[in-house]
Structure formats: structure tokens, C-alpha cells
């Protein structure tokens, strides 16, 4: 009943930036914290960046001043500005929402994107 939909990503050199989006749809009553977790190559799934239904902000040690989080609640959507992209940023990104429908109050998950940082 509720999906989240991924978009952006692909590859950029060193330096570079790229912006992700991730919408959510289905019957939604309300929508809490959401964020964006990655997964890197031999490395364990970690949290990037969290965003609350009031627009604060909190970002990994590793990503702080060079990547924003952001929402339009209007849209139910949630964006990563990613700037000064390095390759150690090369993983796939997952966003999730903290969604509340009729039944059940959840964290739902987007399928994921690439993002490859390389020369």
C-alpha cells in the first residue's frame, strides 16, 4: 500500500555532485522521520542523513558540509544534495520513511540507486 520511489544517482567524478530523490505514495496518514542509509562495497549499511516531519537535520560524521538533506512534506518527498562527492561515497543509497497509514505505523524503504564516484 505504500511505496517509496527512488530517483537519481549514476556516476560523477571526484568533486562532482549528484541530487536523489525519493517519493512516497499509497494511503498515507502521516509521515515522520525519513532519510537516507547507503551501502558501500564490503562495508555494512549505514545512516547518511535523517530529516524530521519539522525539518531537522542530522548527518553522519562523514557527509557533514558536504551533503543536505531536505523535504517538501506537500510532495511527501525527501531529497540528498550530495557536493564534493569522493569515492568513498560510492554505494547504493537507500531512502526510508517512517509512514503511518490506517493500519500500521512503519518504516518503509526505496528500492535503492547506485551512486559510483570515479575518474
Known amino acids: 500500500q505504500v511505496q517509496l520511489d527512488q530517483s537519481g544517482g549514476g556516476l560523477v567524478q571526484p568533486g562532482g555532485s549528484l541530487r536523489l530523490s525519493c517519493v512516497a505514495s499509497?494511503?498515507?496518514?502521516?509521515?515522520?522521520?525519513m532519510g537516507w542509509h547507503r551501502q558501500g562495497p564490503g562495508k555494512e549499511r549505514e545512516v547518511v542523513a535523517t530529516i524530521s516531519n519539522g525539518g531537522t537535520a542530522d548527518y553522519a560524521d562523514s557527509v557533514k558540509g558536504r551533503f543536505t538533506i531536505s523535504r517538501d512534506n506537500a510532495k511527501n518527498t525527501v531529497y540528498l544534495q550530495m557536493d564534493s562527492l569522493q569515492p568513498e561515497d560510492t554505494a547504493v543509497y537507500f531512502c526510508?520513511?517512517?509512514?503511518?497509514?490506517?493500519?500500521?505505523?512503519?518504516?518503509?524503504w526505496g528500492q535503492g540507486t547506485e551512486v559510483t564516484v570515479s575518474s
Open positions: 499509497g494511503r498515507i496518514f502521516d509521515i515522520f522521520d
Open positions: 526510508y520513511a517512517d509512514i503511518s497509514t490506517s493500519r500500521i505505523r512503519d518504516d518503509y
